[in-house]
T-cell receptor
Framework: DGGITQSPKYLFRKEGQNVTLSCEQN?????MYWYRQDPGQGLRLIYY???????QKGDIAEGYSVSREKKESFPLTVTSAQKNPTAFYLC????????????????FGDGTRLSIL | AQKITQTQPGMFVQEKEAVTLDCTYD???????LFWYKQPSSGEMIFLIY??????QNATEGRYSLNFQKARKSANLVISASQLGDSAMYFC??????????FGTGTRLQVFP
């Protein structure tokens, strides 16, 4: 079945450690996104990519990094510079239509819960 | 700047009743799209329904319908015949620019027997 796979489901980070969250999609979507969700809050955009080898910062990119070497994959690294990384991280993908008036939704993975040890 | 406001942190509804979840938005664009997502306790985001700014009719998808009032900049989600499985967080979102979505803070719906 087509979909988005995030791994791991749970992740623990030690102080000063970088950790990488995996996101893979087989929907043949051009665009991929990373969101952060804090308890009781909506989703905030961290990074997004509309095409391979290109990505842009979202609203809260500080302390995070990404790569987009393959269309299917968009891993997120939470660096030691991110001082409050405990959150729920959601990856999404969607067709890049290039217009605001598009009914194409973003499709989401099941998320990764990151906690500090 | 574009913004989505969901003023109801939590809502309760009895099984089989209808419920309306509020969403207002702020944008200066003429062309935009509005989405509703459901997030069960397991965490995944499930797309429910879409409304385009140029759509003349309110969107409907099964038990979900969207009460779109463009002049008031509101896009309320109506769930008819609520079921216990409808208990979840519900998020309203608007497409910003050509690609990105901005989300409201969500409404937690609880359906009781």
């Amino acid at each position: 079945d087509g979909g988005i796979t995030q791994s791991p489901k749970y992740l623990f980070r030690k102080e000063g450690q970088n950790v990488t969250l995996s996101c893979e999609q087989n929907l043949n979507h051009d665009a991929m996104y990373w969101y952060r969700q804090d308890p009781g809050q909506g989703l905030r955009l961290i990074y997004y990519s509309q095409i391979v080898n290109d990505f842009q910062k979202g609203d809260i990119a500080e302390g995070y990094s990404v790569s987009r070497e393959k269309k299917e994959s968009f891993p997120l690294t939470v660096t030691s510079a991110q001082k409050n990384p405990t959150a729920f991280y959601l990856c999404a993908s969607g067709p890049f239509v290039g217009q605001t008036y598009s009914n194409q939704p973003q499709h989401f993975g099941d998320g990764t819960r990151l906690s500090i040890l | 700047a574009q913004k989505i406001t969901q003023t109801q942190p939590g809502m309760f509804v009895q099984e089989k009743e209808a419920v309306t979840l509020d969403c207002t938005y702020d944008t200066s664009d003429q062309s935009y799209g509005l989405f509703w997502y459901k997030q069960p306790s397991s965490g995944e985001m499930i797309f429910l329904i879409y409304q385009g700014s140029y759509d003349e009719q309110n969107a409907t998808e099964g038990r979900y319908s969207l009460n779109f009032q463009k002049a008031r900049k509101s896009a309320n989600l109506v769930i008819s015949a609520s079921q216990l499985g409808d208990s979840a967080m519900y998020f309203c979102a608007m497409r910003e620019g050509t690609d990105k979505l901005i989300f409201g803070t969500g409404t937690r719906l609880q359906v009781f027997p």
